[in-house]
């Protein structure tokens, strides 16, 4: 829908590519437990655009697999727990978000519930013999991937179509995940130049992102965490979307950011 074409925040989050230990993949650093989670500016817009997803297109954003319930289950409890000390309020129903909307709880998929709490994109990896699997996933703002072709997969299939995610950066990724510890989250942050600002872009693999020279550009980072579940085990993997025009960037911000060099690694029309 139009009006949720251009959602945009002030300003970007973690300028990702001015700081070398978020720069270099992949890039995993501590994270305070209490930073799990968090809202910005454009909160109550991008929840409206989530709950028209998760309402419209259920089938787009959301997968579940069967024996994935435990950890959904578990992941929802853990966030109703961290929220309600934030700007949430719980009821005898569900929880109030910040935008005033309630979320009645116990009546849906759990993950479907998680999903409609949070700005941030919730995907489920369980181990799956060496690797960790995508069993589950509530992703209302795909930066071109489908959930669909990713659903099941192991970690290096998921990263299939990303140039610079070859067979050894996989394998520190893998290392990454088995050592993650409960209580002890892990984040990293990217950054993707975009000639359309909206947040739902889903794209199979054949289907290449074209980037116009043309076109106003916007900058799409991601914050990405890694949470461990303490009794699933279950890795928590969270995606939460900034975008902004190119030109809201400070002039140190836009001397240091590679455009071409982020252009490259997709189609340039």
């Known amino acids: 829908m139009k009006i949720f074409q251009e959602i945009c925040q002030k300003n970007i989050k973690i300028a990702a ?33 989530r709950d028209y997803l998760i309402s419209s297109k259920r089938d787009v954003v959301f997968r579940s697999l069967a024996g994935s319930e435990a950890a959904c289950e ?10 309600v000390l934030c700007d949430y309020q719980k009821t005898s129903n569900g929880i109030i978000r910040p935008d005033g909307v309630e979320v009645i ?26 690797e960790h699997k995508l069993s589950a996933a509530c992703l209302c703002f795909p930066s071109s991937w489908s959930l669909d072709e990713k659903i099941g997969r192991q970690l290096i299939k998921i990263h299939e179509p990303v140039p610079s995610y070859d067979a050894q950066i996989a394998k520190r990724v893998q290392r990454l ?29 054949s289907a290449r992102r074209m980037v116009s020279n043309a076109s ?20 928590i993997f969270c995606i939460h979307n900034t975008i902004v025009p190119m030109e809201s960037l400070n002039k140190v911000q836009r001397e240091q950011l590679n455009v071409d060099e982020l252009m490259s690694a997709y189609g340039v029309a």
């Open 105 to 130: 709880l116990g009546e849906d998929h759990p993950l479907i519930e998680a999903g409609r709490l949070t700005q941030h994109d919730l995907c489920i990896m369980e181990e799956d013999g060496p």
């Open 74 to 83: 578990e992941l929802l409890d853990l966030m109703v727990k961290h929220l």
């Open 177 to 205: 995940f088995d050592a993650i510890r409960v209580n002890n989250p892990m984040f990293r942050v990217n950054s993707l130049i975009y000639s359309d600002p909206n947040l739902h872009q889903p794209r199979t693999m």
């Open 17 to 49: 590519w001015m700081e070398p230990k978020l720069s270099r993949l992949p890039g995993l650093n501590p994270l305070n437990p209490v930073d799990w989670l968090f809202s910005d500016d454009v909160f109550a817009k991008q929840m409206a655009y």
């Open 216 to 235: 106003k550009l916007w900058l799409r980072s991601e914050f990405q965490t890694l949470i461990r579940m303490p009794v699933s085990k279950a890795v």
